[in-house]
């Protein structure tokens, strides 16, 4: 659906991913509301978001035009943000059956073939990240 590649566990009705031409950002919640009106703003939309809120941390869904981060301050600063960029493996997806433990749910639904830049995505991250003392 919404051209994702999907595929359904007959056992537990986990619905995951392949990780590929649909990649993921992972960051948390506080960070991720700042990032999504940042781009609501630039009107770039629809943005398909899962919410672990649990975990309190949110998953865009995005194109795989991420390339590989060079600098290693910036590799740090994503990492001390708890930024994950999913090239690879599983994405799992919100069922529609009820979940109670609340692990996944859809915070913007898919309702469509698009998907935002994930380049764009890491851009905007950086943006509402707290500048470093040593810039």
Same mark, same amino acid.
């Given at each position: 659906?919404?051209?994702? &590649?999907?595929?359904?566990?007959?056992?537990?009705?986990?619905?995951?991913?392949?990780?590929?031409?649909?990649?993921?950002?992972?960051?948390?919640?506080?960070?991720?509301?700042?990032?999504?009106?940042?781009?609501?703003?630039?009107?770039?939309?629809?943005?398909?978001?899962?919410?672990?809120?649990?975990?309190?941390? *949110?998953?865009?869904?995005?194109?795989?035009?991420?390339?590989?981060?060079?600098? &290693?301050?910036?590799?740090?600063?994503? *990492?001390?943000?708890?930024?994950?960029?999913?090239?690879?493996?599983?994405?799992?997806?919100?069922?529609?059956? &009820?979940?109670?433990?609340?692990?996944?749910?859809?915070?913007?639904?898919?309702?469509?073939?698009?998907?935002?830049?994930?380049?764009?995505?890491?851009?905007?991250?950086?943006?509402?990240?707290?500048?470093?003392?040593?810039?």
């Amino acid at each position: 659906m919404c051209s994702l &590649p999907t595929v359904i566990d007959p056992a537990t009705g986990r619905i995951t991913m392949q990780a590929g031409f649909v990649g993921a950002v992972m960051m948390p919640t506080d960070l991720a509301q700042r990032v999504k009106s940042t781009l609501d703003f630039r009107g770039l939309a629809p943005l398909p978001i899962i919410g672990h809120p649990r975990a309190r941390m *949110w998953t865009f869904l995005v194109r795989s035009d991420i390339r590989p981060i060079g600098d &290693p301050a910036d590799v740090a600063r994503l *990492w001390q943000a708890r930024v994950v960029v999913i090239r690879d493996g599983d994405i799992a997806l919100p069922s529609p059956a &009820p979940d109670t433990l609340m692990v996944r749910t859809w915070v913007s639904p898919a309702i469509s073939k698009f998907r935002p830049s994930g380049a764009v995505i890491l851009e905007c991250v950086r943006d509402c990240l707290p500048q470093s003392s040593s810039r």
